[in-house]
């Protein structure tokens, strides 16, 4: 027993020296937007995409957001509203009224939602039709994000002075009550360290991935790789439209930049344990392929991660090796360490930092609920529907 326990927290800390050293720096933050970026010599034509589902609450203040946009170019904003009962095109609509530039806001209604598309991406494409035929780039931008009047001058500054096909930002969460600021800046690590920013953004790496709530996207670039059509049935649709830009990109373009926004902000609360848990057991097990064996070798991970070392320490007067107590306390003071760039990007209390075993933990029984909902067959589901592949709930 003493030397398995040994075994595990040497592990562990091996684990973070890797990850801390040799994993693209993903805890480090590091990657925003230069808002110092020179002009383009023209500035192309661009139209907001904005898919809505029963989103009265928030689409007043998302939409004001998108129309108070300071582009100097050609700009319009496309609010596709996928069958809300609770006035969401009547909100916006009266919002668009009463904004300065109503000119550029137009209302579409999705149609039915046809087998194998999910909600969001049938009513994207839905947008996509009603662009402008000059529209260069198309901005996907949620219905519950506020961006600021910088915004889109920003991302078209840095697609078209690096070449890039796609441009993403990662939102800033609302970070409020215990659950938030227990969970939410865990979510934007977890995220940085599955995906790696820099590698993301280097266009010699395969690893691709892009933040749904913010995307500006070359039209060309959608073209090329067949349209929304071509990723119809992804619930992850973000990172599985990113993976398909970049495995397409040309010997001129450099593919994909991802970053974190600090000024653009998600206005969707996440009023409990509750909501945080939805929110991440709709998909977790999409991301595991909804393979059995990866789901055990995730939760093993986990564990091995972020759970064995504070067990570790907190269960010498049980075990009474201060070896693994040593190194379970290394490894919980590194993990630790790492949080803090996403605490001080929240604004969060550095105190939050070692309880972030307790927050991979509540992750960990997410992941699983997930799979759990999917052998029920209601993996997906989201305002109602259940947006799973049917091939893969059989």
């Known amino acids: 027993m003493p030397s398995i326990l040994i075994g595990i927290a040497l592990l562990s800390l091996l684990i973070w020296g890797y990850l801390l050293f040799f994993r693209g720096?993903?805890?480090?933050?590091?990657?925003?937007?230069?808002?110092?970026?020179?002009?383009p010599s023209e500035w192309p034509a661009v139209t907001a995409i904005?898919?809505?589902?029963?989103?009265?609450?928030?689409?007043?203040?998302?939409?004001?957001?998108?129309?108070?946009?300071?582009?100097?170019?050609?700009?319009?904003?496309?609010?596709?509203?996928?069958?809300?009962?609770?006035?969401?095109?009547?909100i916006a609509s009266e919002t668009a009224a009463a904004n300065p530039r109503p000119d550029r806001f137009k209302l579409l209604q999705a149609t039915p939602l046809p087998a194998g598309w999910t909600g969001k991406l049938w009513a994207l494409d839905q947008g996509l039709q009603g662009a402008a035929p000059e529209t260069r780039y198309v901005w996907f931008s949620d219905a519950d994000i506020a961006q600021p009047p910088a915004a889109l001058r920003q991302l078209v500054a840095k697609a078209e002075a690096e070449q890039r096909d796609l441009v993403s930002l990662m939102v800033a969460l609302r970070c409020e009550g215990f659950w938030e600021r227990l969970l939410i800046p865990p979510f934007i690590y977890?995220?940085?360290?599955?995906?790696?920013?820099?590698?993301?953004?280097?266009?010699?790496?395969?690893?691709?991935?892009?933040?749904?709530?913010c995307i500006l996207l070359r039209r060309d670039a959608l073209t090329r790789i067949g349209g929304l059509s071509a990723l119809s049935d992804a619930l992850i649709d973000d990172c599985s439209l990113a993976?398909?830009?970049?495995?397409?990109?040309?010997?001129n373009s450099r593919g994909l930049w991802l970053g974190l926004a600090e000024a653009a902000r998600s206005i969707r609360p996440y009023a409990g344990l509750s909501t945080v848990w939805d929110m991440v057991a709709r998909s977790a097990y999409t991301q595991?392929?909804?393979?059995?064996?990866?789901?055990?070798?995730?939760?093993?991970?986990?564990?091995?991660?972020?759970?064995?070392?504070?067990?570790?320490v907190l269960s010498y007067p049980w075990h009474l090796q201060p070896?693994?107590?040593?190194?379970?306390?290394?490894?919980?003071?590194?993990?630790?360490?790492?949080?803090?760039?996403?605490?001080?990007?929240?604004?969060?209390?550095?105190?939050?930092?070692?309880?972030?075993?307790?927050?991979?933990?509540?992750?960990?029984?997410?992941?699983?609920?997930?799979?759990?909902?999917?052998?029920?067959?209601?993996?997906g589901t989201w305002k109602g529907r259940v947006q799973a592949k049917r091939r893969e709930l059989d």
């Open 25 to 39: 720096g993903f805890w480090r933050c590091a990657e925003r937007l230069d808002p110092s970026a020179p002009a």
């Open 288 to 312: 595991l392929n909804h393979q059995p064996l990866l789901l055990l070798g995730t939760l093993l991970g986990m564990f091995i991660t972020y759970l064995a070392p504070p067990l570790a």
């Open 243 to 251: 993976a398909k830009v970049k495995q397409s990109r040309t010997a």
């Open 50 to 90: 904005v898919p809505a589902r029963d989103e009265a609450d928030v689409i007043a203040t998302a939409i004001a957001s998108l129309l108070d946009q300071d582009y100097p170019g050609p700009f319009s904003v496309i609010l596709v509203d996928d069958h809300s009962q609770d006035g969401t095109a009547r």
């Open 190 to 213: 977890f995220f940085q360290k599955l995906y790696p920013f820099s590698w993301v953004n280097d266009p010699g790496r395969q690893t691709a991935a892009a933040a749904g709530g």
């Open 323 to 379: 070896t693994a107590a040593l190194l379970g306390g290394g490894a919980w003071i590194a993990m630790s360490f790492s949080l803090l760039p996403v605490l001080r990007l929240y604004g969060q209390r550095l105190w939050l930092a070692p309880l972030l075993p307790l927050s991979a933990a509540l992750y960990s029984a997410m992941t699983f609920d997930s799979a759990w909902r999917h052998w029920r067959s209601r993996g």
